[in-house]
């Protein structure tokens, strides 16, 4: 249990004057005046001052595998989100304007997590896997007043963009961001925490993410201090995270703020370790260097962590949050084969990442790897702090909500209200309407309700395939094809046909090893794998078409793009 | 981990029909209308409703060593619990209502933290160790409309009393409490979850506890929904009480109603054990049996455990929480010798119970018990939903709050702010402007603050003990004596000094295989104390007088009452 902590430490590594805290440093932030003494706005910027006041001395960050590798104990961390946050307000940050930040996973992605709260600013984070004109977009649409750019990513910029500020990611003197921290420490004048008001309106907007926008125009999801602070909390809990936990970022931290990972970290006094991009010889490196105990991966990421070169048994509790997508039986046990136990949670940006967790059970125990997976890939129930899930009628147009029968056959769509729902879609009051009638969220997701009220989603309502006038659930279909031993990953879409309407196409990854066996025998491959599936399938729900490829087209948070894949067939 | 359920479940043990919930049954609570999607108000009673969706066939408490046992799953406690909430409204309780109960730890106990809620009434639990004049002063001043009595303490029940439901205990057909539930289900007419709105501020009153009030009148101390949320969130959280805990009730769930265990067990889906009295063989059966995972005790309590004929080794993990007073090196060391760890807890009535902790440390592992303890002893620092706790000048009488240095020296008050603290003293607006003055909570404990900002309780301000201007703590002097092998417990109060105003006077209990050898021996006997308290107290501190005694007088939660003890003295 006990930490090593010296594997996190940089050799070698000071960092700057700025970042070294006052002697008598002071974590106790002014309150407004009509707050009773009785009440404190939840704020998840308070999470990292008490740990910077509990555990100063503990490493809070390393950025390990880079040119210039640091790592930052907690009191100086907060030193530095100390001097962003009194950067951003000399550069004329008020409270409610949105911050834009463009980078990878690095220490200024996880600063801007804490320092613009902190300022009372909106976080406004990018994917950077965005196109150019994209990028544009969000940032005009948000208004975004400044942007945190990483030197990897300033070609995305458009051309008359806001003020930026630039970091070549070193931690060292002489580097833009660094001077901006030094500035921000000398405009502060030493006033410390005290001079950084908390926010008195828990229900202020605190982070603005853009889906990623399948269909349309990217929308953005404001969310507040208080949703931010107990989903974090919730997110800390049922992961189990504390004070001995190292959490490792192959999660892009832009992905609806890192699921509120970078507040579940601070709640919990962890450790985190930030990986600029998915590279498993690294991922791997820190599982065993670091001792990592926490990721959070989509399948696909987990599925290439399984069958990485170094993948090998994992000493230390590691734990896998999976989500994205569920997890199928023979994932579950590859990660357990080699160590890794699996909390399989399920959300939206809409929901602040994680809302729903599938519970485990004293009575799993018993269960073979294959029969509890046919539970953990069921998404569960809503988590901690979140309100009970709905799942209605979704090809109901009265207006009051109905809900389907719980009978794990009927399908329905996801509903979800309370704290752990985002506020609103920023300067969009009619898509905020349309997705919140009937005082729902609805997520646009198709989920069965089981008699035990936990929710398996069967898929995006436009994934679903309508096949001979049979709702086939792609996602149903991929768990089977993904038993086949052949076969390391695969993805079903609806295909137009001229009897059927629709019929699924499905697209498979071989494991490495297979593919000289089946080289040149895709239709002997087609028939094997047919037959596989109708072993468990029903005849609609059989793939009709088989394609073999190298890969797919993923999003930046590993989700599989069928979109692409449906307009790549609309062409055949 | 795996509970072993069966040693729960009372065999023969049927619940009563109206016990038995529908097979349809909801969890969902009615909103009011101006909740936005995005916002559900903090109330610990859905926690309840969460686990009795998500385990309904887990024992959600067990009533075992008592002429009737009873064992409740958590689908069969949520409808009776549903039931005496519309009971409660059948009875004509309304929102902000104060409903009393006077009963030990037992299934109507513990109904009652979630049904008055749920009925949106304001619990009023008796402590049932007052006489029947406080008794009656405390219905008086709460106005409480409706008593929930225990027939073991029906005596306590003064003449003109609102009604009254006696529990005999029985949890059978028969017992006026049964029969009071049933009336609710029929009230009911089975509409459910859904005839019990949620209450719509989270800021309103739920719990009124009276504190013990040893100095003049009780207090009732009021407290919230959201506090009550948020401090059993953390209490679950700080003590890593989950899905596979068993708690036991040794804690009497009428001190601050039961440090908002009640909620923390429902929050984590725990199961809980009710012990009617504080019996050290009870409490070892249940260590043994049920597998308890987690209790709550003052030291006192945890030295008779420690003492007790069973005393032994248990298997499973146990975390012993400890609040009342520091434990003592011996005390920590005796309960990690037979495979208990240690909490230690630290707050008030005030604060809802605990509302700091004293942290774990990854450089603790290396140290000896006699190390570790001296960090241990220490009440900490504020826990994770707790604001920063201020140590402030407390002969200082201007009007703004002014910090003590945190050198672990100087001597400062307690004080406290946020969501972990009461609303109000009930009916009194004077002693609440009193105790929130400088927009505080003062708590009128003495603390000295170490550079690392955790707190060190000294003394309550009328513990200190003026030996010859000097600052003497009682509660440091304890500490040392306590150390002397012969000592099980010792108590220090001030005892008035011709030369000096005021002189120690220790009271000792002897470890009962040391009474025979000191025996008739009470001189040479206060001649090896001091010598031995000469070793690490100053001359001041050391006690003048020593008293070996059988026993000391403790208030029910078995905190010294140190003010009897002064008054006998007074009088010699």
């Known amino acids: 249990m006990s930490q090593p902590a010296a594997n996190l430490a940089v050799p070698g590594f000071a960092p700057t004057a700025a970042s070294i805290p006052p002697k008598d440093v002071n974590y106790r932030r002014p309150m407004a005046k009509n707050q009773p003494v009785w009440h404190t706005p939840l704020d998840p910027v308070n999470f990292l001052l008490r740990a910077a006041l509990i555990y100063p001395k503990k490493v809070a960050l390393a950025h390990l595998d880079v040119p210039y590798p640091v790592s930052y104990t907690y009191d100086v961390w907060a030193q530095r989100i100390q001097n962003l946050a009194y950067a951003l307000i000399e550069s004329g940050i008020k409270p409610g304007d949105r911050v834009a930040v463009i980078a990878p996973n690095c220490p200024m992605m996880a600063d801007a997590h804490h320092a613009i709260l902190a300022a009372r600013g909106i976080i406004t984070p990018l994917n950077y896997r965005l196109t150019k004109g994209e990028i544009q977009y969000i940032l005009e649409h948000s208004g975004a007043k400044l942007i945190l750019c990483d030197h990897e990513f300033t070609h995305l910029l458009p051309e008359n963009h806001a003020p930026v ?9 002489g580097d833009p961001y660094e001077d ?43 969310t507040t201090y208080r949703g931010s602070y107990l989903a974090a909390v919730a997110n800390a809990y049922e992961t189990k995270m504390d ?15 890192g699921w509120t990972y970078p507040w579940a970290i601070t709640f919990s006094f962890a450790s985190q370790v930030t990986l600029r991009t998915v590279n498993y010889d690294l991922i791997w490196k820190n599982f065993k ?16 962590i399984v069958n990485a070169r170094h993948a090998s048994y994992v000493e230390q509790p590691l734990r896998a949050i999976i989500a994205g997508a569920a997890p199928t039986a023979h994932l579950i046990g590859s990660l357990e084969k080699i160590g890794i136990s699996v909390s399989h949670v399920y959300g939206l940006t809409e929901t602040y990442g994680p809302f729903t967790i599938s519970y485990d059970r004293p009575e799993y125990k018993t269960l073979t790897v294959d ?9 569960g129930h809503s988590f901690a702090t979140a309100d009970e899930i709905r799942v209605i009628q979704h090809d109901n147009d009265s207006k009051d909500l109905v809900d389907i029968p719980k009978d794990g056959v009927v399908l329905g769509e996801i509903t979800a209200r309370g704290n752990v729902v985002m506020k609103e879609y920023f300067r969009d009051p009619k898509a905020t309407a349309e997705a919140f009638k009937g005082g729902y969220f609805h997520s646009g997701d198709l989920a069965i309700w089981h008699p035990d009220g936990s ?78 599936a109708r072993q468990s399938l029903p005849g609609f729900a059989v793939p009709e078409w088989v394609a073999i490829v190298k890969e797919l087209p993923k999003t930046s948070t590993g989700k599989i793009q069928k979109n692409i894949l449906r307009q790549r067939l609309a062409k055949l």
């Open 165 to 173: 500020i630039i970091s070549q990611d070193t931690g060292r003197v």
């Open 289 to 304: 260097n670091s001792r990592i105990s926490h990721y959070c991966a989509a399948p696909t990421v987990q599925i290439g």
């Open 455 to 532: 929710i398996a989603v069967q898929d995006r309502s436009k994934d679903l395939i309508i096949s001979g006038g049979e709702n086939a659930s792609s996602l149903a279909i991929e768990q089977v094809l993904s038993k086949f031993p052949p076969v390391l990953e695969a993805t079903v879409v609806a295909r137009p046909h001229e009897k059927w309407g629709e019929r699924p196409m499905a697209f498979v990854i071989l494991h490495s090893h297979e593919e000289g066996k089946w080289k040149g025998k895709d239709k002997e491959f087609e028939i094997e794998l047919k037959k596989f």
């Open 243 to 257: 004070l001995y936990s190292i959490y490792l970022w192959t999660l892009p931290m832009f992905h609806a703020c």
């Open 371 to 379: 029969e509890r997976s046919v539970f953990f890939a069921r998404q």
């Open 180 to 222: 901006f921290l030094a500035r921000g420490r000398r405009f502060s004048q030493e006033r410390g925490w005290s001079g950084l008001p908390i926010e008195p309106d828990e229900n202020a907007g605190s982070c603005l993410c853009y889906t990623s926008g399948t269909t349309g125009r990217p929308k953005g999801v404001l």
